[in-house]
T-cell receptor, first 112, second 114 residues
Framework: NAGVTQTPKFQVLKTGQSMTLQCAQDMNHNSMYWYRQDPGMGLRLIYYSASEGTTDKGEVPNGYNVSRLNKREFSLRLESAAPSQTSVYFC???????????FGSGTRLTVV | DQQVKQNSPSLSVQEGRISILNCDYT??????FLWYKKYPAEGPTFLIS?????DKNEDGRFTVFLNKSAKHLSLHIVPSQPGDSAVYFCAAFDRGSTLGRLYFGRGTQLTVWP
């Protein structure tokens, strides 16, 4: 049982480059989320998708876009990477937020 | 504005002693609380939770206490073990939110030393 799978695990980008972080879950969850974790800042919500076909902004959406490709997959795109986007990115999914999320293992992104 | 606050960024405890991690919240619509544990290079994993209709929930060495009047919860780990060294996140569910999302604190780094 894979749970939530994120790719890649590590990435280094130059300022201005673009990339897409991939996330897939095999638990038939309706809702999916993208968070970033920075030292001293905890987990901050970037975008979420409450169900297939819907996406909405979270607390820190600037500089990002998302696509809910199907029920399983939720991707996060950086169109023009900036050093401020250096972070660890986590994807999560759930059937009901009340009972918690299942997180992926994260993507560590460095923008130089 | 942070609705879930973990005011201690770090905690250091000797093996065998009790670890107490604290969490405060401001939103009275929160009605379910969770603790997550995170090791380096891994995603957060669910540890224990508590509903607002209870004031205590226990699971092995882990106990969560909820004081609704003070809007405060705490996680007790007894006895603490070196393998408990991790970052612990407090999270809360807002029953009044159309999004129905979790709100996370900034985390507390627990170090258990031998």
């Amino acid at each position: 049982n894979a749970g939530v799978t994120q790719t890649p695990k590590f990435q280094v980008l130059k300022t201005g480059q673009s990339m897409t972080l991939q996330c897939a879950q095999d638990m038939n969850h309706n809702s999916m989320y993208w968070y970033r974790q920075d030292p001293g800042m905890g987990l901050r919500l970037i975008y979420y998708s409450a169900s297939e076909g819907t996406t909405d902004k979270g607390e820190v959406p600037n500089g990002y876009n998302v696509s809910r490709l199907n029920k399983r997959e939720f991707s996060l795109r950086l169109e023009s990477a900036a050093p401020s986007q250096t972070s660890v990115y986590f994807c999560a999914s759930t059937t009901s937020s009340r009972y918690g999320y299942t997180f992926g293992s994260g993507t560590r992104l460095t923008v130089v | 504005d942070q609705q879930v606050k973990q005011n201690s960024p770090s905690l250091s405890v000797q093996e065998g002693r009790i670890s107490i991690l604290n969490c405060d919240y401001t939103n009275s619509m929160f009605d379910y609380f969770l603790w997550y544990k995170k090791y380096p290079a891994e995603g957060p994993t669910f540890l224990i939770s508590i509903s607002s209709i209870k004031d205590k929930n226990e699971d092995g060495r882990f106990t969560v206490f909820l004081n609704k009047s003070a809007k405060h919860l705490s996680l007790h780990i007894v006895p603490s073990q070196p393998g408990d060294s991790a970052v612990y996140f407090c999270a809360a569910f807002d029953r009044g939110s159309t999004l129905g999302r979790l709100y996370f604190g900034r985390g507390t780094q627990l170090t258990v030393w031998p």
